[in-house]
């Protein structure tokens, strides 16, 4: 069985490694099975800095289709020709594809067109909302795919709602856990860390990425405000891509103990998590992590991608209300964040599921 693997952003790759790591494992003890990683994008993209797969312990992309465009109509008509070269080039058995991008419904549509198997990692998420890209890009990618491997039982009940086949749907658990359960005791405190004089669970980490949440100026400076005057002197570590940080400088917000720094290495970042206080995020990633290791986290968004986040774990959703932000970090402070609990099979042991899935089908 070839499987070749399609990562679209450098935040699949943290999805992608466990995967990797199982096949080479089943490998190894003779099964007929082998990987091969393709990225969507260039060679050259920033993002894909050289730690991050001596992070995750994983191969760099055996392929790249060299699509670079950010308008979603012309990426999905580039990386369709590109990825249909590269089947040509090199069969596959099963294309597994990751979440909900652009690029991930463009590779789906090339290997059903090709008769090829399709595996959606973290299917059957939805926001529900026809106008958002993502939404389409799920809803498509899963009306085609062979096998739908879900992190948990509402991605289940929206795939069953929508006339999904249960015979093609596996509830395997979250591949984000694999990821960080195996790598929690390699976590490297970043070298500033001391610099500034931070202590285990004496700061806050702060996460902002959503465009839509950046580009309304009053409603972030709002939600800053409420941080920091409810962060009680805790130091608020903001690792920030530039174009939030220069979002951010815009609103005029400073204080001394606000610490805006560079994107972190995996291994770096997963230490900030893992050490902090609480999170405050806009990063569906992030508070799934937070569940995972039991840090309280506040979600900047109006829903999560998986819901067990907030009805089991640690999440809770504040959406980009200051006011629900306020509320939030008041409980906090007050010593009265809920516990929280692992969500089913959320256990480190998803991508073994899947390779044996992949495995029984191919072999029957």
């Not at 466990?18 to 080479?24: G, N, R, S």
């Not at 969507?40 to 289709?65: C, I, R, V």
């Not at 990386?79 to 590779?107: G, H, Q, W, Y």
């Amino acid at each position: 069985m070839k499987v070749t693997i399609v990562a679209a952003a450098r935040p699949n790759f943290m999805k992608i490694a466990p995967i990797v790591h199982a096949i080479e494992t089943v490998r190894k003890q003779g099964q007929p099975v082998s990987s091969r990683l393709v990225y969507t994008g260039t060679e050259q993209d920033a993002s894909l800095d050289a730690s991050l797969f001596a992070d995750l312990q994983m191969k760099a992309p055996d392929a790249y289709l060299g699509v670079d465009t950010t308008d979603p109509i012309q990426s999905a008509a580039h990386v369709m020709i590109a990825f249909d070269r590269e089947l040509k080039t090199n069969p596959a058995s099963v294309v597994l594809v990751v979440d909900d991008l652009t690029a991930t419904m463009s590779c789906t549509i090339v290997a059903r067109k090709r008769n090829i198997k399709v595996a959606h990692l973290v299917a059957g998420t939805r926001s529900f909302d026809l106008y958002t890209p993502k939404e389409v890009n799920r809803i498509i990618t899963d009306g085609l795919s062979d096998y739908l491997f879900t992190a948990g039982m509402a991605a289940n009940r929206n795939l069953n709602q929508t006339g999904t086949e249960a015979e093609h749907v596996y509830h395997v658990g979250n591949i984000l856990i694999d990821t960080i359960r195996s790598n929690r005791g390699r976590l490297i405190q970043p070298l500033w860390f001391p610099v500034l004089g931070l202590k285990p669970q004496e700061y806050l980490l702060l996460t902002i990425n959503r465009r839509s949440l950046l580009e309304d100026e009053k409603n972030l400076k709002a939600l800053l405000t409420v941080l920091i005057n409810n962060a009680r002197r805790l130091p608020i570590i903001a690792p920030l891509h530039a174009y939030v940080r220069d979002a951010v400088e815009r609103t005029g917000i400073a204080a001394p103990h606000l610490h805006i720094l560079p994107p972190q290495s995996y291994l770096s970042f997963g230490y900030l998590m893992n050490n902090a206080n609480a999170i405050i995020t806009d990063s569906g990633n992030v508070a799934e992590e937070a569940t995972f290791l039991g840090i309280p986290c506040m979600t900047l968004n109006n829903y999560a991608e998986h819901p067990e986040t907030y009805r089991l774990g640690t999440n809770e959703l504040v959406g980009e209300s200051p006011e629900a932000l306020d509320e939030a970090m008041q409980t906090l402070m007050a010593g009265k964040w809920k516990t929280g609990s692992l969500p089913e099979r959320w256990d480190g042991r998803t991508a073994e599921r899947i390779v044996r899935i992949l495995l029984s089908k191919s072999s029957g």
